[in-house]
């Protein structure tokens, strides 16, 4: 597992670390899941790009949440990228079954560290949590999973133990910070995995079909 230092301050930040880190498995027919704008596909030449969203500008309108399985057949792309995407709904485990499914070579997942965000708030009595809380509207986004770094690893080795994939790359993202900052955030909690769930904002996944 690497740790990198970055944050993603801007909406196409997070796909050009994707299209730095794992760009050379973005090639041949590319699935990307939950694409929105289409941000990736704009990086992308020579790709036989689909992109599926129940909103913005998708190929194939597809709402993860009511469909039994993808639009497509088995192993129908050499490469799935789903960013994002799974904390968001509530049919995750299915949805990622699916994606496996309709890989043939790689599948690319990013989930977020929930507890990062929140464990200041908490420990403060005080603060609106972004994408959680008890709004008087329904919120057209919101995230429908409570987890951490830890949680995200132990789900990939499972799912890697149990089926049809094996991890060939973990990256977990934590903010950049002076050295001393960072170094006294690892004084206080040495334990890097105790370190990651504080601190980490990301968990980068890349998984190669059996």
């Known amino acids: 597992m690497q740790v990198d230092y970055i944050n ?3 909406s196409g ?3 050009r670390y994707l299209l730095k880190t794992f760009g050379d498995l973005l090639t041949g027919r590319l699935l990307d899941v939950g694409c929105s704008t289409r941000m990736l596909e704009d990086e992308l030449d020579g ?15 597809v709402d993860l949440e009511a469909v039994e399985r993808l639009p ?17 709904i509530d049919t995750l485990h299915r949805i990622f079954d699916e ?8 599948v690319v997942i990013s ?11 908490m420990s403060r009595g005080r603060g609106k949590p972004q ?21 995200v690893l132990s789900f990939m080795e499972e799912k890697a133990r149990t089926g049809p994939v094996s991890i060939v790359d973990t990256r977990v993202n934590v ?15 040495p334990a890097l995995n105790r370190y990651l769930n504080r601190h980490a904002h990301s968990v980068w996944t890349v998984l190669r079909r059996d």
């Open 111 to 121: 989930l977020p560290n929930c507890w990062r965000t929140l464990r200041r708030r």
């Open 175 to 189: 903010k950049p910070r002076p050295w001393p900052v960072r170094l006294a955030q690892r004084l206080r909690t």
């Open 8 to 10: 993603f301050n801007e």
């Open 47 to 61: 790709v036989d790009y689909t992109g599926i969203d129940v909103a913005g500008n998708p190929d194939i309108v």
């Open 131 to 151: 994408y959680y809380g008890l709004p008087a509207e329904r919120p057209s986004d919101r995230h429908k999973w409570f987890f951490n770094v830890d949680d």
């Open 72 to 88: 497509f057949e088995d192993r129908s792309f050499d490469c799935v990228v789903c960013n994002d995407v799974l904390e968001h």
């Open 13 to 15: 930040d997070r796909q």
């Open 99 to 106: 994606v496996v499914r309709v890989s043939d070579r790689h």
